[in-house]
C-alpha cells in the first residue's frame, strides 16, 4: 500500500507560480499529477517513470515541471505561467506502470487526497 499526501496548492492571480508536493510512504517508480476542475473529468498532468522519463499533457508543456526527490520520496509539479483554466483539485498518484498520454485512471493504483489550486484573472 503506498500512502500519497499532497501539499503546496494555494490561490494565485493569473501569470504566478506555486509548487506542488506529494510525500510518498515508500519509493514508488511511475508516479504523476492529474487534476479535476469543477463540472469535468479528471484528467493526466504530468507522468514520471523509469531514469525519470518525463512526459506532459498538451495542456501544460513549457509552463509545468514534473520532478523528484528519490532520498525523500517526494514528488514536486513545479506550475508557471499559471492561467485561470488551471484551477482544480490536483492529485497525486502512484501505479505500477508508465503512463501513455492522455492516462487513464485506470493506470493509478494509488491516490493523494488532493490539493486545490486557485487561478484568478
Known amino acids: 500500500q503506498v500512502q500519497l499526501v499532497e501539499s503546496g496548492g494555494g490561490s494565485v492571480q493569473a501569470g504566478g507560480s506555486l509548487r506542488l508536493s506529494c510525500a510518498a510512504s515508500v519509493s514508488t517508480t511511475y508516479m504523476g499529477w492529474f487534476r479535476q476542475a469543477p463540472g469535468k473529468e479528471r484528467e493526466g498532468v504530468a507522468h514520471?517513470?523509469?531514469?525519470?522519463?518525463?512526459i506532459y499533457a498538451d495542456f501544460v508543456k513549457g509552463r509545468f515541471t514534473i520532478s523528484r526527490d528519490n532520498t525523500k520520496n517526494i514528488l514536486y509539479l513545479q506550475m508557471n505561467g499559471l492561467e485561470p483554466e488551471d484551477t482544480a483539485m490536483y492529485y497525486c498518484a502512484a501505479g505500477l506502470r508508465r503512463w501513455y498520454f492522455p492516462p487513464k485512471e485506470n493506470d493509478v493504483n494509488y491516490w493523494g487526497q488532493g490539493t486545490q489550486v486557485t487561478v484568478s484573472s
Open positions: 514520471i517513470g523509469s531514469a525519470d522519463f518525463t
